[in-house]
């Protein structure tokens, strides 16, 4: 696997995805009109063929001198997950010097036997049942090279596990929520990356597709095209060649590792997720296989994780996973539509970012290989995990009252968010009007009058429309719909919506 650098066209990114590029990895906003720079991670034959189809490519690679600045600058903060040292055994470690708080849980095996190891933190960790509290999983690592992830997960872990006495903010969510950390989702695959530089950027798991017995570009799944919801849906938002970035695999759920996490996930019910990935710059929440699908629960996401001009981790865009690309058998609409979690996916800084953050440090833009190699330096990294630390806290107060948001940047979740319109097209039958609601809320109706005249009440109906390719997607908001009966062309109509929450 090499990294290439084009500049391509708005018709060309289709090919890109064909040829099996990460859609969210491309890492920009496509221009409407001239070329959009990409990062594109190719074997030889797949670059020939973008090639032959007028994709101009260029092999980027790290000057001899740059190399050594980078192995003279690293620290050695990132390390393998097995081994001694390792993540593996520091997840054991922390579970044993804290014992009133931690316990350490197998999700299962990977297909090379390691254990992927998960992390529960709470009061009284060992003597509660899991699943007993309100619970959220923060996980990592789908996605092998993206080093900064579990790094990140790591921090949170001992964040919570540092100010538990001394923070009450930290306390109270300690005590009254089940927090699960996945360090490495894909353990085999990230350990294969640091191995040397040739498999440094390996994104898969280690399936050896052909059964040779040694493993190239040809093998491994993308675990996070490989869960059963959506799969395959079409080969844009996944793909069913082997030698692709973004291969599905030969069946939904035929990873172990994708089994693990769904097993985990039904056996906990969790109430939300966070899903660390890198290297995007994005905040991600939503329908991810169906292009600019809003559902009812986007008044929630937005809440928490922000709008593009206000987002909850500085620097990244917040966003609907599908605004611009699909995704199909992905993590997150998995645990929505089957497993009942709601779950964000941040995209983490890239390499050049971070590298530029302090133009008087040891690290340059220039000399970074590929977005996913973010400086191996402390105090970078340290950064980066603070920057997305108030998203995660916030993540983690929500469990306890899910459909009221503790949003970072003070955002609101309605308990009505009407389809607003002006003009009325019914020319004098019925008109249909909708809203997104909080479910929670009783005795949901519609109000209006025709030209200031007596109130008109109708009950709110959940709408069953919009399912032939969607799925439910209506967690904890959904759309209501009823009609406006007795208006005709020239009448002004005001419309208004009722109902009880809690016990009022």
Same mark, same amino acid.
């Given at each position: 696997?090499?990294?290439?650098?084009?500049?391509?066209?708005?018709?060309?990114?289709?090919?890109?995805?064909?040829?099996?590029?990460?859609?969210?990895?491309?890492?920009?906003?496509?221009?409407?009109?001239?070329?959009?720079?990409?990062?594109? /991670?190719?074997?030889?034959? +797949?670059?020939?063929?973008?090639?032959?189809?007028?994709?101009?490519?260029?092999?980027?690679?790290?000057?001899?001198?740059?190399?050594?600045?980078?192995?003279?600058?690293?620290?050695?903060?990132?390390?393998?997950?097995?081994?001694?040292?390792?993540?593996?055994?520091?997840?054991?470690?922390?579970?044993?010097?804290?014992?009133?708080? &931690?316990?350490?849980?197998?999700?299962?095996?990977?297909?090379?036997? +390691?254990?992927?190891?998960?992390?529960?933190?709470?009061?009284?960790?060992?003597?509660?049942?899991?699943?007993?509290?309100?619970?959220?999983?923060?996980?990592?690592?789908?996605?092998?090279?993206?080093?900064?992830?579990?790094?990140?997960?790591?921090?949170?872990?001992?964040?919570?596990?540092?100010?538990?006495?001394?923070?009450?903010?930290?306390?109270?969510?300690?005590?009254?929520?089940?927090?699960?950390?996945?360090?490495?989702?894909?353990?085999?695959?990230?350990?294969? &990356?640091?191995?040397?530089?040739?498999?440094?950027?390996?994104?898969?798991?280690?399936?050896?597709?052909?059964?040779?017995?040694?493993?190239?570009?040809?093998?491994?799944?993308?675990?996070?095209?490989?869960?059963?919801?959506?799969?395959? /849906?079409?080969?844009?938002?996944?793909?069913?060649?082997?030698?692709?970035?973004?291969?599905?695999?030969?069946?939904?759920?035929?990873?172990?590792?994708?089994?693990?996490?769904?097993?985990?996930?039904?056996?906990?019910?969790?109430? /939300?997720?966070?899903?660390?990935?890198?290297?995007?710059?994005?905040?991600?929440?939503?329908?991810?296989?169906?292009?600019?699908?809003? &559902?009812?629960?986007?008044?929630?996401?937005?809440?928490?994780?922000?709008?593009?001009?206000?987002?909850?981790?500085?620097?990244?865009?917040?966003?609907?996973?599908?605004?611009?690309?699909?995704?199909?058998?992905?993590?997150?609409?998995?645990?929505?539509?089957?497993?009942?979690?709601?779950?964000?996916?941040?995209?983490?800084?890239?390499?050049?970012?971070?590298?530029?953050?302090?133009?008087?440090?040891?690290?340059?833009?220039?000399?970074?290989?590929?977005?996913?190699?973010?400086?191996?330096?402390?105090?970078?990294?340290?950064?980066?995990?603070?920057?997305?630390?108030?998203?995660?806290?916030?993540?983690?107060?929500?469990?306890?009252?899910?459909?009221?948001?503790?949003?970072?940047?003070?955002?609101?979740?309605?308990?009505?968010?009407?389809?607003?319109?002006?003009?009325?097209?019914?020319?004098?039958?019925?008109?249909?009007?909708?809203?997104?609601?909080?479910?929670?809320?009783?005795?949901?109706?519609?109000?209006?009058?025709?030209?200031?005249?007596? &109130?008109?009440?109708?009950?709110?109906?959940?709408?069953?429309?919009?399912?032939?390719?969607?799925?439910?997607?209506?967690?904890?908001?959904?759309?209501?719909?009823?009609?406006?009966?007795?208006?005709?062309?020239?009448?002004?109509?005001?419309?208004?919506?009722?109902?009880?929450?809690?016990?009022?």
């Amino acid at each position: 696997m090499k990294v290439f650098r084009a500049e391509v066209t708005a018709e060309q990114l289709p090919l890109l995805l064909k040829a099996g590029q990460d859609a969210h990895e491309l890492g920009h906003r496509p221009a409407a009109k001239g070329r959009t720079p990409v990062e594109l /991670y190719l074997t030889d034959t +797949q670059a020939g063929k973008l090639r032959a189809q007028g994709v101009r490519l260029a092999e980027h690679d790290l000057a001899s001198t740059a190399q050594r600045r980078v192995r003279a600058a690293g620290q050695g903060v990132f390390r393998p997950y097995s081994g001694r040292g390792g993540l593996a055994e520091e997840i054991e470690a922390t579970a044993r010097d804290h014992p009133g708080l &931690t316990k350490v849980v197998s999700l299962g095996r990977t297909v090379r036997g +390691q254990d992927i190891l998960a992390l529960k933190l709470t009061s009284g960790a060992r003597r509660t049942p899991d699943g007993a509290r309100p619970a959220v999983l923060y996980v990592s690592n789908q996605h092998a090279r993206e080093w900064i992830t579990p790094e990140t997960t790591r921090r949170l872990m001992h964040h919570y596990l540092d100010h538990y006495r001394t923070d009450r903010r930290i306390r109270k969510i300690v005590d009254t929520t089940e927090l699960w950390f996945v360090l490495s989702a894909n353990p085999d695959g990230y350990d294969h &990356t640091f191995q040397d530089d040739s498999t440094r950027l390996w994104r898969k798991n280690l399936r050896d597709n052909n059964g040779d017995g040694v493993i190239s570009s040809g093998d491994g799944v993308d675990l996070n095209r490989n869960f059963p919801y959506k799969w395959g /849906y079409d080969d844009e938002g996944s793909s069913p060649g082997p030698a692709s970035e973004t291969y599905r695999g030969p069946a939904p759920a035929s990873e172990p590792e994708t089994r693990a996490l769904d097993r985990f996930e039904k056996r906990i019910g969790f109430r /939300y997720a966070v899903n660390y990935h890198s290297a995007a710059e994005l905040l991600l929440y939503g329908v991810g296989w169906q292009v600019a699908t809003p &559902t009812p629960d986007d008044v929630l996401y937005k809440a928490l994780a922000g709008t593009p001009d206000r987002p909850a981790v500085p620097g990244y865009r917040s966003q609907l996973s599908s605004e611009l690309y699909t995704t199909n058998g992905e993590a997150d609409g998995h645990a929505a539509n089957v497993n009942g979690t709601a779950m964000f996916t941040p995209e983490m800084s890239t390499c050049e970012t971070a590298s530029d953050a302090d133009p008087d440090d040891a690290w340059n833009a220039a000399d970074c290989r590929s977005v996913f190699n973010f400086p191996d330096d402390e105090r970078l990294i340290e950064r980066e995990f603070e920057k997305n630390l108030p998203f995660a806290l916030a993540v983690a107060e929500t469990a306890a009252h899910p459909d009221r948001p503790s949003s970072p940047v003070g955002l609101d979740a309605p308990d009505f968010t009407p389809a607003a319109f002006g003009t009325s097209y019914a020319r004098g039958a019925d008109q249909e009007v909708s809203v997104v609601a909080r479910r929670s809320v009783r005795d949901k109706e519609l109000r209006y009058r025709v030209n200031g005249g007596r &109130t008109q009440v109708r009950a709110l109906r959940p709408w069953k429309g919009g399912t032939t390719y969607g799925g439910a997607d209506h967690l904890y908001f959904d759309e209501y719909r009823a009609r406006v009966h007795g208006a005709v062309p020239g009448d002004r109509v005001e419309v208004w919506f009722t109902g009880r929450a809690g016990t009022g």
